[in-house]
């Protein structure tokens, strides 16, 4: 069945995840969407220092939103922002120095946070793909620690203050490749059978397109949303995939292609149209699994997995 998967999604990744797929999509887009002024919304993006999140954080601001960028290495932040900056002419974008993988920190950052600033739109967009079994200085699985549970503390942690707010909304940047996977709840840290970081990684992105529709139908009063990239030319996939980035080089598409859904969702009014919950592609919501691919999870897997993930939170919880 693997194998089956793996072929039907590379195959679909050629026609619709590349450069050529963004361009024919791009043909049906509505201009007017990004034609938005964005003084006075507040968003936070994590991972904003490079790749997507950094493409994302630029067309935010150049459109007037205030920025707060969550990412791990100072010096990489601080460069990025002066960039955006640049370009954007905004000096409203903020630092904010958090390891994602580390349950604690992503805590309290988001406690210190909420408690002396506004939030709108929180976009998850950090990511890891690490290809050997590690562990964090918490003891967990360094993918899952930021994939999912980062994503899934800082997101649980701000809802309070979304809620205060008008238009709040959630972005997760998810990844085409949790088409290949189906939620495994028994091994959240992969500790059986043997270690492959692209698995893990799509296991990890299956798990946030789970999580963004138990968080809709918990919480209506937010817009939250996940999205495929495709497959971008971004500095995560050269050191992560480097065999796939040498053959796919010319087909991968740009970092603000990679990111053209996310800032529509956050920012368009039509994204907001759509149904909170759902998983898009260009701009469209997609569907979540291949046809054949015995990839459904049961209700209460997918309520198991909402449990272990308080479970996590809590233990960290300062």
Request: glycine share 6%; hydrophobic share 40%; aromatic share 8%.
């Given at each position: ?26 043909k ?5 969407d ?7 919304r507040?968003?936070m ?5 490079s790749?997507?999140g ?22 990489r ?6 960039e ?28 210190n946070?909420?408690?002396?600033n ?8 950090a990511?890891?793909m690490?290809?050997?079994?590690e ?13 999912t ?13 979304l809620?205060k ?29 043997t270690f492959d ?20 139908s ?6 939250f ?10 500095p995560?996939?050269?050191t ?16 603000a ?6 800032v529509?969702l ?15 592609q ?7 699994h291949?046809p ?11 309520e198991?997995l ?13």
């Amino acid at each position: 069945m693997s194998f089956y998967r793996n072929a039907v999604w590379f195959v679909k990744g050629l026609q619709e995840y590349t450069k050529s797929g963004y361009e024919a999509a791009a043909k049906h887009f509505v201009a007017a969407d990004l034609d938005v002024n964005l003084s006075g919304r507040s968003f936070m993006i994590t991972g904003a220092n490079s790749g997507i999140g950094k493409a994302t954080a630029q067309e935010i601001a150049s459109r007037g939103g205030t920025i707060h960028m969550v990412c791990r290495n100072e010096g990489r932040a601080e460069a990025a922002k002066e960039e955006i900056v640049e370009r954007s002419k905004n000096q409203n974008v903020h630092v904010h120095i958090v390891d994602m993988s580390s349950a604690r920190e992503v805590w309290e950052f988001a406690q210190n946070f909420s408690q002396s600033n506004t939030v709108h739109v929180l976009i998850n967009n950090a990511g890891c793909m690490v290809n050997q079994r590690e562990l964090t200085e918490e003891g967990l699985e360094k993918n899952f620690a930021t994939n999912t549970l980062g994503t899934y503390i800082l997101t649980t942690a701000l809802i309070p203050a979304l809620k205060k707010v008008e238009d709040p909304r959630v972005v997760t940047v998810s990844s085409g490749g949790m088409l290949t996977q189906k939620l495994n709840v028994d091994d959240l840290q992969f500790e059986k059978g043997t270690f492959d970081g692209t698995m893990v990684y799509a296991q990890n992105k299956r798990q946030q397109v789970i999580l963004t529709d138990r968080w809709a139908s918990q919480h209506k009063e937010i817009h939250f949303s996940c999205m495929h990239p495709g497959w971008a030319d971004t500095p995560a996939v050269q050191t992560s995939m480097p065999s796939f980035h040498a053959k796919m080089q010319n087909k991968l598409r740009t970092e603000a292609m990679g990111g053209d859904t996310a800032v529509w969702l956050s920012v368009s009014a039509a994204a907001i149209k759509q149904p909170s919950g759902l998983f898009f592609q260009d701009r469209k919501a997609v569907a979540t699994h291949l046809p054949l691919a015995s990839t459904r999870s049961s209700p209460q897997d997918e309520e198991k997995l909402q449990a272990a993930l308080d479970e996590f939170a809590l233990k960290f919880k300062p």
